[in-house]
């Protein structure tokens, strides 16, 4: 495993980061009130429209809120880590001992398909990192592995079965893109 690892990404704002989420939230907002319009004898509609409105809005405005803190850029080498995260618009950067980091690759896969997020922690700020923006499976792959290798920390069972889970979808993926 190299030595030096470098992850960057481009500033992609918060708004930018959101709008996926908040149309979806607009979509469902108006389609309620569409079927509330054209009712046509259904009763309690607007009720159960309203607990899926509910739901649903709590759940992207959750999602929302969890962009909020986005992590852009790693570089690391096998000692000190150096990373640039956004809170919302704000830009800081942090920098700290590869010995205060704890990493961990979590399963989220749901009956659609395999999914998995990273959780990262640099002395105590705390990031998730998933695929929804710029990060790859590849690259929190590669993050989780080298933090792991550095830190002389072993991969559980379940830590290799999320790896062969990503390196199976990115085979799928990249076998989808060739056709």
Known sequence: ??????????STKFLNRSKFWIGVLVLILLLFFILSIFENGIKNINISMS??????GSLILFKVWLNKIYLADIECDSNIINIRYFNGKVEHN??????NTNI??????TRM???CKLRLRIDSKKFIIDDTFDWSLSEMKLLFEYIKHYKNESLTETDKFNISRIEEKVKKNALQHRA
Request: hydrophobic share 50%.
């Open 104 to 109: 961990e690759l979590k399963n989220t896969s």
């Open 51 to 56: 607990i899926f409105a509910l739901v649903f």
């Open 113 to 115: 398909g395999f999914d």
């Open 1 to 10: 495993m190299e030595k030096m690892l470098n992850i960057k990404h481009s």
């Open 94 to 99: 942090l920098s700290s001992f590869l010995d």
